[in-house]
């Protein structure tokens, strides 16, 4: 009898035991479930507005497109890329279609962001003139070794425009995202300058998102998101995420400053983060 009890003690100690290890890895499954998700959430929201402030920047500076250069392809860098053809090329006929060509890969200078393929934009009318709206697609395009794909509509209004990503798709060695957004970008400073050093936008807006292992999350700006032009990452805002199992995520992006950190709150737990070396 006594041996008996000592066996369903004993048998009942490594039922705790595995029940207990279960728990501890179903609990750190979900944490780098959510910890996946806010990364997706801040990767979209990086990539999406770098590939904005790219199409506003060689839109305003090419001579064919926008409303001050007298020459197109202007912007090519020292090392010709990227290499910007338009067409039609006069400087009265819309729709335009701009390619942008970053060949097998060039960065503006003194970044550190490396992009290659291409991205072809078609303006219904100069860029930021309320009503022209520009649809943005991609080939074989990269930012680093993130890969981008989808449709971008931009509609400008006054002081902005609405973004709309469609069949949106980031991946690289990690997995791949699909998403699937509205956003609503204001300009908040640097609107009466050529040059866009000054600029400073303000974004709000929400999106859905479902990545490659399955899981998949709604997000929504309470606070919005501010992006600088001469900052590579995102430096003010906040959102909130709500994932399939209604875990509440909250990334936080910052004070203002420029700096390479954020945080990331999972159901009342923070952590910081940095956004990785060479990714906007």
Do not use: H
Request: proline share 4%.
């Amino acid at each position: 009898m006594k041996k008996s009890i000592l066996l369903l003690t004993g048998i009942s100690v490594l039922l705790l035991l595995v029940v207990s290890a279960c728990k501890k890895d179903a609990l750190n499954d979900l944490k780098s479930d959510n910890e996946l998700i806010a990364t997706s959430s801040s990767a979209i929201d990086q990539n999406t507005m770098e590939i904005i402030s790219d199409g506003d920047w060689f839109g305003m500076m090419d001579g064919f497109v926008g409303p001050e250069a007298t020459t197109g392809n202007e912007m090519t860098n020292e090392n010709g890329c990227p290499d910007i053809t338009v067409s039609p090329a006069d400087r009265t006929t819309f729709p335009k279609t701009m390619t942008i060509d970053f060949g097998d890969g060039c960065s503006r200078q003194g970044s550190d962001v490396v992009k290659k393929g291409k991205m072809i934009i078609v303006f219904t009318g100069r860029p930021r003139v309320p009503g022209t709206v520009t649809t943005t697609t991609f080939d074989n395009y990269f930012i680093n070794d993130r890969k981008m794909e989808g449709t971008i509509t931009k509609t400008y209004g006054q002081n902005g425009f609405n973004i709309t990503v469609r069949d949106g798709k980031l991946t690289d060695a990690d997995g791949s995202i699909s998403f699937q957004s509205t956003k609503t970008i204001v300009q908040i400073a640097g609107q009466n300058t050529r040059m866009p050093n000054d600029d400073v936008f303000r974004m709000t807006g929400r999106k859905m998102v479902t990545n490659s292992n399955g899981g998949g999350f709604t997000a929504n700006t309470t606070k919005p998101v501010i992006k600088r032009f001469i900052c590579p990452f995102v430096v003010e805002g906040t959102i909130e995420i709500k994932n399939r199992r209604d875990d509440l995520i909250v990334i936080d992006y910052g004070d203002g400053r420029c700096d390479n950190e954020y945080t990331v709150t999972i159901n009342g737990v923070t952590e910081t983060k940095f956004f990785r070396p060479g990714r906007r």
